[in-house]
């Protein structure tokens, strides 16, 4: 008998809308040097919590307590670019997301999952659109996607997921194993 474990995580989709402004700013990232991947745009999504491997009977538990939560849909709000770095050079490109209901909801799911997880140190609502290894100049480009221009769209956010995600060659398979609606 195999103990199998799945990677998951817990996630919000977005509308069409924010991923036809990602696909708008696809290029110009593109126009940069750097030796990097964006993120598939059938795969964006932001982050609530990351589980890591976990077993069957986690997966079962972890779907009874997000079936517990009782939260109001909400807007949330594009808010702008930008990078995380190390010692001065780029990782991820992020675009941040405006909403106080967001970190209101990440800490319900975080209380609701103590016992099985701990809780996140530090949860930053964003997305990532670009895992970057190396750029050619790196203070140039940190300027400039700092500098790149989004539309402050609104969106509803009426729901979460509890996904698994598959690793393989060509990019992460992201499966949903449970929704969860708002009210």
Do not use: C
């Amino acid at each position: 008998m195999t103990n199998s474990t799945t990677r998951a995580f817990i996630s919000i989709d977005f509308p069409q809308e924010v991923i036809k402004e990602i696909a708008r700013l696809n290029p110009l990232i593109n126009s940069q040097q750097f030796i990097g991947k964006q993120t598939e745009l059938e795969n964006i999504h932001l982050t609530l919590k990351f589980l890591g491997e976990i077993s069957q009977e986690q997966i079962k538990q972890t779907k009874q307590q997000l079936s517990k939560i009782k939260f109001p849909k909400f807007q949330a709000k594009l808010l702008h670019i930008g990078t995380f770095s190390k010692h001065e050079n780029p990782k991820i490109i992020w675009i941040k997301i405006g909403s106080k209901q967001l970190h209101e909801l990440q800490s319900k799911i975080d209380e609701s999952l103590f016992q099985l997880f701990p809780k996140e140190k530090r949860f930053m609502s964003h997305l990532t659109i670009a895992r970057i290894k190396h750029a050619k100049d790196s203070k140039a480009f940190i300027n400039y996607i700092n500098n790149i221009s989004i539309k402050p769209l609104k969106f509803p956010i009426t729901n979460f997921k509890l996904k698994s995600s598959t690793l393989n060659p060509l990019g992460p398979i992201y499966t949903t194993l449970e929704e969860y609606n708002l009210t």
